[in-house]
């Protein structure tokens, strides 16, 4: 099979990843960040979009620019479920047609159309295809459905998404990167793990075990996974994440925690978050103390291990310190990475069958999907 590697990290409209990406519907807010009457310029794999939510409160998505004098959108006003661009007033509908121009003859507006994508909220995110044709059936997780709340949390992060999905996929790396974590304490890094995994019908089941504890966790292609998080205040999580790029170069990953806590502890421990919001804001940005491990300013063992973003900023120096600009072929593998190996393999597959106009993988996400936490208790 032809080497596809160089292709995983180009998601532009006619690159190879960017049509398969755009095959699957992906996130592309926090539906917190989407309030009413507040249109937002957004950018996902390389393209500018106008993000709003109309007075019913559903969300659009539809181009990013006026095709009348070329002006942002996302400056304009949302008029009930439509946007009105700023500096003319012409109007269009959540299907992208104008349906109004108040200064041009009657008409000219049914002649008018700017691109539209169907989108829809889902556990506390917004979800938009960007595909052509109808939008394939949306994927839910009956992780979702238990007695507890989400926890929403988005970060952008300057590497390619594919290098952060390279990153979820391997289970070796906590033994080494995540040390003086949440993760010995819960003595997952007491062993390097035996690790293994298969071919699925929604992607891959990744295992690794620690003495008699298996962990199972699940990539759903393309690019989001299923495994449990353990967090010190708030225990066990279903942690469910979709690494969708803003470019080559960079990428959001939208994070749906499962938290299994109702009442007074689910109030405790959203009183836990916020406090960590606010001790964040004193400190420099996560991706600057990055930059400066990276440049040999500081170590990464000089962040202290009660840091709020100690496991970002430690998978930050191993993702952002790969660069862009890589050949994947050059790497060594060994059998710890088969993880890995399976994730390029199902990737590379799918984009030949692409490129040659093959029948591509149908990938059926089963609702009832579960993980094992690996960990002897």
């Known amino acids: 099979m032809e080497d596809r590697y160089q292709d995983f990290v180009s998601v532009g409209p006619g690159s190879l990843a960017g049509r398969y990406l755009r095959m699957f519907w992906q996130p592309v807010s926090l539906s917190e960040n989407l309030r009413p009457g507040r249109p937002l310029p957004i950018r996902v794999m390389a393209e500018d979009?106008?993000?709003?939510?109309?007075?019913?409160?559903?969300?659009?998505?539809?181009?990013?620019?006026?095709?009348?004098?070329?002006?942002?959108?996302?400056?304009?006003?949302?008029?009930?479920?439509?946007?009105?661009?700023?500096?003319?007033?012409?109007?269009?509908?959540?299907?992208?047609?104008?349906?109004?121009q108040p200064a041009e003859n009657p008409g000219f507006a049914e002649k008018v159309r700017i691109p539209a994508f169907p989108t829809r909220d889902y556990q506390g995110l917004v979800f938009a295809y960007l595909g052509e044709g109808d939008a394939p059936e949306f994927p839910t997780l009956d992780v979702f459905e238990d007695e507890g709340f989400v926890e929403n949390r988005e970060s952008h992060r300057p590497w390619p998404f594919f290098t952060q999905l390279e990153n979820s996929v391997d289970e070796t790396h906590f033994n080494f990167t995540h040390r003086r974590t949440k993760f010995d304490d819960i003595g997952m890094n007491d062993a390097v793990p035996e690790i293994n995994c298969e071919e699925t019908a929604y992607g891959m089941l990744r295992m690794a075990r620690r003495g008699n504890a298996v962990r199972k966790g699940h990539l759903l292609m393309p690019n989001w996974s299923l495994s449990s998080n353990y967090e010190h205040d708030k225990g066990w999580a279903n942690h469910v994440v979709w690494r969708v790029p803003i470019d080559d170069a960079s990428h959001t990953s939208f994070m749906a925690d499962f938290v299994y806590k109702t009442g007074k502890e689910a109030e405790a421990y959203k009183a836990a978050i916020a406090a960590r919001c606010e001790r964040r804001k004193a400190l420099e940005p996560a991706v600057e103390t990055i930059r400066r491990i990276l440049a040999g300013e500081i170590h990464a063992d000089d962040v202290p291990a009660d840091h709020p973003d100690i496991v970002t900023i430690?998978?930050?120096?191993?993702?952002?310190g790969q660069g862009v600009e890589r050949n994947r072929s050059d790497d060594l593998m060994g059998g710890s990475d088969r993880q890995v190996a399976m994730l390029r393999r199902l990737w590379n597959r799918e984009l030949t069958a692409l490129e040659q106009g093959e029948p591509l993988t149908r990938w059926r996400i089963p609702r009832d999907l579960a993980t094992t936490r690996g960990i002897e208790e």
Do not use: N
Not at 53 to 62: A, E, F, K, T
Not at 91 to 96: A, E, I, K, L, Q
Not at 314 to 320: A, E, K, L, P, R
């Open 314 to 320: 430690q998978d930050g120096v191993s993702c952002m």
């Open 49 to 100: 979009f106008t993000l709003y939510r109309g007075d019913s409160g559903r969300p659009y998505l539809v181009g990013p620019r006026c095709p009348h004098r070329g002006v942002k959108l996302a400056a304009g006003r949302v008029v009930g479920e439509d946007i009105e661009c700023f500096y003319h007033g012409w109007t269009f509908d959540g299907c992208g047609q104008c349906v109004r």
